[in-house]
């Protein structure tokens, strides 16, 4: 199944999703800031001094203080799907900043040619249905000589759970993620230079079933597979898949949620 530009994702219900997780999003996005960090840190080894950076899905903000504090002199534009969002980033922004917001998808993105030295995304490109296509609007608003940094999930990413779910149904319950090798190659083919692409897996642990839900729930990863049943979850079907959870992402009394960590950057030639 050909991953990087099949419509399988409703960007409505991801965009509604968003704008109501965006007032509780930073209590429970742990995963979302550490990935952030490691991301953070990743820059810090590489020599580039740009001029003007976009933050590309930049959720509620989170990374506007360590690319202001790594590239102080920088224009820095955060842009992202849900306006309720943006509200979050505004605050993010000290006072003598200059806050630039941008309301848009990213796969279409509202800026000209050569417009940035630094494309930077965490965490967000899980979200877009044309990989290919997305890359290549990210090729066009670089600029010469610009670099793309941005971290993502890999099909390893909820494993315990789409397995606990295909115990009960074949509906989809937990999204397709792109092989960090066709990242690879959708970047050449985007016209980016010097790939590099690497992967981690971040497990986190929890004492309660529900408590994995909540979270998704509240930073806004809700299933948004355009074949998804609308319907409720039952208490029953509710019970059946913590027992089949606990068969096969249960250790040592608590349940383990595998995430994928796709991390790339590359130059434009």
């Known amino acids: 199944m050909d991953l990087l530009n099949l419509p399988r994702l409703d960007k409505s219900a991801i965009k509604k999703s968003f704008n109501r997780a965006a007032k509780g999003y930073n209590s429970a996005a742990i995963l979302q800031k550490e990935v952030l960090n490691r991301l953070l840190q990743r820059l810090q080894y590489i020599r580039h001094q740009p001029t003007s950076l976009v933050d590309i899905g930049c959720g509620t903000g989170q990374a506007v203080a360590g690319l202001q504090k790594t590239y102080p002199r920088c224009k820095i534009i955060s842009l992202d799907l849900a306006y309720s969002m943006l509200r979050e980033t505004s605050q993010q922004y000290g006072l003598l900043r200059k806050k630039r917001l941008v309301n848009s998808d990213m796969e279409t993105m509202p800026f000209a040619d050569n417009s940035f030295d630094l494309l930077f995304s965490n965490l967000a490109l899980q979200w877009v249905n044309d990989l290919g296509g997305t890359l290549h609007e990210f090729a066009r608003i670089g600029r010469s000589g610009g670099l793309l940094m941005f971290a993502t999930l890999g099909p390893g990413t909820l494993k315990e759970l789409r397995e606990s779910w295909f115990e009960i149904d074949r509906n989809p319950h937990v999204h397709l993620f792109i092989d960090m090798h066709d990242i690879g190659d959708a970047m ?63 250790d040592a009394g608590k349940f383990i949620v595998s995430y994928e960590i796709v991390y790339g950057h590359a130059w434009l030639p």
């Open 188 to 250: 050449m083919a985007a016209g980016f230079s010097q790939p590099v692409v690497d992967a981690e897996t971040i497990r986190l642990e929890y004492q309660e079933f529900g408590q994995i839900f909540k979270d998704l729930k509240d930073t806004g990863a809700s299933n948004a597979d355009i074949n998804r049943n609308r319907g409720l979850t039952t208490a029953a079907r509710f019970k059946r898949l913590e027992q089949c959870y606990r068969q096969l992402g249960y």
